[in-house]
């Protein structure tokens, strides 16, 4: 066995000319050198494309895909298509506006190499809002009530975390045969990402193991395509939870401590949360229809639920009628702002 095997880094990227760079150049100062790069570039319309050519010319393991748009609903190709490119034994994902820090491989590759029965290696992360050093949090979160569940012991107790932890996927050190065996990464229910599926699916494989230090930061940024699709997030995370739940061996489900019950009760309110998410990141678009729509939505859904979140959304339905955002109400009251 290799000490130093292969890591194929898939980088999917659309409309990063301002972040891409950065990217790259946290993968070039990765302490652990056996690395291949697989960025591909979604049909990106602004220089991205130019800048990852610029490196690419420089170092050969940096290998890069341009191919036509296929958006966020279609993201499983767009890594699919990277995993069948790569040749490593081990997949990480970098997506085109995160960072990792220099020894994020060197601290995961023994690790999930001393144990071959490890499925995934994941760890902490930041979001940052874009500066890289303007940290706003730390995940997971919540390592008191949930640490216990981190490396899915039992097998399929991570599922336990998700309701109010996140898993950085930016963290992701993934066994490729494992991968292989869940029919690669997975999307579904019109869900905007494949990270959620995918761990689930792996978390009935075997364990995981988590790794307490920050491996890298991802950007919070308003130009995200995430940030305008927070309902499509939790309507296709729901539906995800739901099958998942449903579909577990009893054996496992004998150690998870939610039922579905809660799980329902857990969407409704985070629906309310998403159209509120939505209706501000479309305020920020000047999208102002649009975002008096998801305000309505948010106001009425499911009764008195998430009052706080309802008044919110009322403070910028007023605000979409002036045809401006609320991003400066909540620098003000020490909030976090998507713009200066």
């Known amino acids: 066995m290799s000490l130093t095997p292969l890591v194929s880094i898939i980088t999917p990227t659309y409309n990063h000319e301002k972040y891409i760079g950065a990217c790259i150049e946290s993968v070039l100062r990765q302490s652990y050198t056996n690395w291949e790069l697989i ?14 050519r610029e ?12 191919r036509l748009n296929v958006g966020i609903f279609q993201l499983a190709q767009t890594y699919n298509f990277a995993l069948q490119e790569a040749k490593g034994e081990y997949i990480a994902i970098l997506e085109g506006d995160d960072v990792w820090v220099p020894e994020k491989l060197a601290i995961q590759v023994p690790l999930i ?10 760890g902490r992360a930041t979001s940052v809002i874009e500066d890289v050093g303007n940290v706003h949090e730390n995940h997971p979160r919540n390592g008191k009530k949930n640490g216990v569940y981190y490396n899915n012991q039992p097998t399929g107790t991570i599922f336990n975390v998700i309701f109010d932890d996140f898993l950085p996927p930016l963290t992701f050190l993934i066994r490729r045969t494992f991968l292989e065996k869940t029919g690669g990464f997975i999307q579904s229910h019109s869900f905007p990402a494949v990270d959620l599926p995918t761990v689930l699916a792996l978390s009935k494989l075997g364990k995981f193991h988590f790794v307490d230090a920050v491996l890298g930061s991802w950007r919070l940024h308003a130009s995200q395509t995430t940030k305008s699709n927070s309902v499509n997030i939790v309507l ?33 309110k985070l629906i309310v949360i998403g159209y509120a998410r939505s209706g501000r990141f479309k305020l920020i678009k000047k999208d102002f229809k649009g975002a008096r729509r998801d ?32 991003e400066g109400v909540a620098k003000m009251l020490g909030k976090k702002a998507y713009r200066s």
């Not at 305000?295 to 605000?319: D, I, Q, S, T």
């Open 55 to 66: 490196y690419a010319t420089r170092d050969h393991r940096i290998k890069q895909f341009d």
């Open 236 to 268: 296709g995370s729901s539906e995800i939870v739901r099958e998942h739940y449903r579909n577990l061996d009893p054996e496992i489900r004998k150690n998870i401590i939610y039922d579905e019950r809660f799980i329902n009760r857990f969407y409704k």
């Open 113 to 122: 190499i001393r144990d071959k029965d490890v499925v995934l290696c994941w």
């Open 39 to 52: 960025i591909v570039n979604d049909g990106s319309t602004d220089r991205t494309s130019d800048v990852i």
């Open 295 to 326: 305000y309505v939505n948010a106001m009425f859904f499911h009764g008195l639920a998430e009052p706080g979140w309802k008044l919110r959304a009322l403070v910028g339905y007023v605000f979409s009628f002036f045809r401006t955002d609320v």
